[in-house]
């Protein structure tokens, strides 16, 4: 079955940097665009970053571009986020997310805290 499990959040001070993790299993990564999406308290879910199968496509939030880096390492089935001169609103949790034959699929989510 097809699993997402992310990783690499926590407390960062404003402007610091984290790198998020996601490992993917049950389905052909590398044939599959990943997106990553986050969720603030008290506000919907919302695209963060895509990439397509094979990498060579990225789009990004408004609110991210510049500062935020999405890649992926098919060889690893994983896909990353790395977050750098983070800001008090980025603080979400982040979840990584896969269309499989039809179906949405998303990860536990991991904690991303922004705060001095």
């Known amino acids: 079955q097809v699993q997402l499990v992310e990783s690499g959040g926590g407390l960062v001070q404003p402007g610091g940097s984290l790198r998020l993790s996601c490992a993917a299993s049950g389905f052909t990564f590398s044939s599959h665009a990943m997106r990553w999406y986050r969720q603030a308290p008290g506000k919907e879910r919302e695209l963060v970053a895509g990439i397509s199968s094979a990498g060579g496509s990225t789009n990004y939030a408004d609110s991210v571009k510049g500062r935020f880096t999405i890649s992926r390492d098919n060889a690893r089935n994983t896909v990353y986020l790395q977050m750098n001169s983070l800001k008090p609103e980025d603080t979400a949790v982040y979840y990584c997310?896969?269309?499989?034959?039809?179906?949405?699929?998303w990860g536990q989510g991991t904690q991303v805290t922004v705060s001095s």
């Open positions: 997310y896969v269309n499989y034959r039809w179906a949405d699929y």
